[in-house]
């Protein structure tokens, strides 16, 4: 079983920074695609971006120039570094893992989410 535990969420103000961090723990024989999703209020789990192991990045539009995703393959973490932050960004953000256990298909794991809050 693999765990993902996330860090790094506040309240922050307009065109503010904050990043988030998330560690994979457990059985972990490898681990893919590593990213991050979001949920506003009142609103859908939209994804937010995503990072291969090989470091390949995808984004969603809304964030482009804004976010930047990273990984460290050797801790098994994920990270969010968020610039020019916007009230539209307030939202829980969710960290995934796809992690083989063992040398087979890989499985989605999640994160128990962290409160991003952007105001004045």
């Known amino acids: 079983q693999v765990h993902m535990v996330e860090s790094g969420g506040g309240l922050v103000q307009p065109g503010g920074s904050l990043r988030l961090s998330c560690a994979a723990s457990?059985?972990?024989?490898?681990?893919?695609?590593m990213g991050w999703y979001r949920q506003g209020p009142g609103k859908g789990r939209e994804f937010v971006a995503s990072?291969?192991?090989?470091?390949?990045?995808t984004y969603v539009d809304s964030v482009k120039g804004r976010f930047t995703i990273s990984r460290d393959n050797t801790k098994n973490t994920v990270s969010l570094q968020m610039n020019s932050l916007k009230p539209e960004d307030t939202a829980v953000y969710f960290c995934?893992?796809?992690?083989?256990?063992?040398?087979?298909?890989?499985?989605?794991?999640w994160g128990q989410g962290t409160q991003v809050t952007v105001s004045s």
């Open positions: 995934y893992a796809d992690a083989r256990t063992i040398p087979s298909t890989p499985s989605r794991s």
């Open positions: 457990g059985s972990i024989f490898s681990i893919d695609a």
């Open positions: 990072i291969t192991r090989g470091g390949d990045t």
